[in-house]
């Protein structure tokens, strides 16, 4: 039987203030997924699409969702490793719930998940939420580094692959740029850094400078662990293996349009997935999926409505089962920790 979550009733005190800026994140997101959207459907319809649509092959479909479940796996194995310098204490159950109920949120309210699945676990790992969330945008640097070996050994080994792939490549490397600089600043100690935070704690009430240093602090500390961790070679090789196991789901959502592309198709439409998941987007990421599909796939003689048509067939494997799956699981979580009362 599950025990009291008090992670859970501790953040719902924050919410007043998480969901004003849930509120703003998912309006930022909804006016941009309408503009890609409308960008989607300039030389096509909405007919068009779902012409195309009917004559998918679901079998993919579950093909897909089997493969994205082993990847929620695959992530919430690597999590544990990028916690294991802070903790001993790393049950894989609260873990993976908590990486499959984030990444649903994150379908819902792009970034949302990461304060989810910080105040999910941390009663379980006996670690303070600002650690964890460190532990967590370090993982992003390790997905924007595998996707950057990935679709760099592809244009290494690809000659006719197309110029969107160069350019996808460019773009995820400034991308990684801009997200390892301030992790390195908060994660190692220099002169910038200590100088802002000895300024903060200053302008501050006493005690509430105490507690926002010690929560950056935290943060520092996960960060850091993260990136000076003895497990760095599984962590590096997992993370390439999840973002595979993603191209292999984009590769599924083009073969059930029984599209003849060769598997390293779907290797050019990664990056731009990685790069289109960094922006603010609409729910289910609706609009920023169709413009990447459509980039990715245009050089490859694929129609709009069917690029838009794969692109929602992709969304229904990574997004719609895990969403479906939290509520699911949230719900008899719930029911069973009543049970206990």
Not at 4 to 16: F, I, L, R, Y
Not at 31 to 53: E, K, P, Q
Not at 62 to 81: K, P, Q
Not at 196 to 220: C, D, F, M, T
Request: hydrophobic share 55%; aromatic share 10%; with cysteine.
């Amino acid at each position: 039987m599950p025990e009291t979550d008090h992670s859970v009733a501790q953040s719902a005190e924050k919410t007043p203030t998480n969901l004003r800026g849930s509120i703003r994140s998912l309006f930022l997101g909804l006016v941009v997924g309408a503009f890609f959207l409308t960008l989607a459907f300039r030389r096509t319809s909405w007919d068009s699409v779902l012409a195309s649509i009917q004559a998918v092959n679901q079998v993919f479909i579950l093909y897909g969702i089997g493969v994205y479940a082993l990847y929620l796996l695959m992530r919430a194995w690597r999590w544990s490793f990028l916690l294991s310098e802070r903790t001993d204490r790393r049950p894989f159950a609260p873990l993976f719930r908590a990486v499959t109920w984030g990444t649903a949120a994150n379908a819902v309210i792009p970034h949302s998940g990461e304060l989810l699945r910080a105040f999910a676990t941390r009663k379980h790992l006996s670690l303070s939420a600002s650690s964890i969330i460190g532990s967590i945008a370090a993982e992003r640097l390790y997905d924007f580094a595998a996707v950057i070996l990935v679709t760099a050994t592809t244009l290494f080994l690809m000659a006719d692959a197309p110029p969107v792939l160069t350019d996808a490549l460019v773009a995820i490397t400034v991308m990684a740029s801009v997200v390892l600089l301030p992790l390195i600043a908060l994660a190692f100690e220099n002169p910038l850094m200590v100088g802002l935070v000895n300024l903060l704690a200053r302008l501050l009430p006493k005690q509430l400078g105490i507690k926002v240093v010690w929560q950056i602090q935290e943060l520092s500390a996960g960060i850091r662990s993260a990136f000076s961790n003895s497990q760095l070679p599984i962590i590096f090789l997992l993370s390439i293996v999840q973002w595979l196991l993603i191209a292999t789901c984009i590769y599924f959502s083009l073969v059930a349009f029984s599209l003849n592309l060769p598997f390293w198709v779907a290797l050019v439409v990664l990056p731009l997935t990685l790069a289109g998941l960094t922006l603010p987007s609409a729910p289910a990421y609706l609009g920023t999926m169709q413009i990447c599909f459509m980039a990715g796939l245009m050089p490859f003689g694929v129609t709009d409505e069917t690029a838009i048509a794969a692109s929602m067939v992709y969304l229904s494997i990574v997004a719609v089962p895990v969403m479906l799956a939290s509520i699911i699981w949230y719900l008899i979580y719930v029911a069973l920790y009543r049970r206990t009362l």
